[in-house]
């Protein structure tokens, strides 16, 4: 069964950190693109981070430019999403997606697998 479990989220005050991580398991992720997205209450689920099979490409939303670091670790079958400088703007629910033979992409559609997501709440 394949798996995309995230952690790390939680309640934060503006200025603060946090780290998030992805743990996949069921299948091997070290070929896929792996994403980052957020979406807050209301809102439409947009893109925050990814980065390419090998680790050397990133690409980030313009929101988070700056602010956030995607990283993965392909033996360990992990994506971590460092946050810093976070702003309440930044409040949503975070989801790790893994895209299979799509490319490079920030586009959800191109995404095959999702995780349940993690609350990142950011307080004023």
């Known amino acids: 069964q394949v798996q995309l479990v995230e952690s790390g989220g939680g309640l934060v005050r503006a200025g603060d950190s946090l780290r998030l991580s992805c743990a996949a398991s069921g299948r091997s992720f070290s070929s896929d693109t792996m994403g980052w997205f957020r979406q807050g209450l209301g809102k439409e689920r947009e893109f925050v981070a990814a980065?390419?099979?090998?680790?050397?490409?990133?690409l980030y939303g313009d929101s988070v430019k700056g602010r956030f670091t995607i990283s993965r670790d392909n033996a360990k079958n992990t994506v971590t999403l460092q946050m810093n400088s976070l702003k309440p703007e930044d409040t949503a629910v975070y989801y790790c997606?893994?895209?299979?033979?799509?490319?490079?992409?920030?586009?959800?559609?191109?995404?095959?697998?999702w995780g349940q997501g993690t609350q990142v709440t950011v307080s004023s």
């Open positions: 997606a893994a895209g299979e033979d799509h490319g490079f992409t920030p586009l959800i559609n191109d995404y095959d697998y």
């Open positions: 980065i390419n099979w090998s680790g050397h490409m990133t």
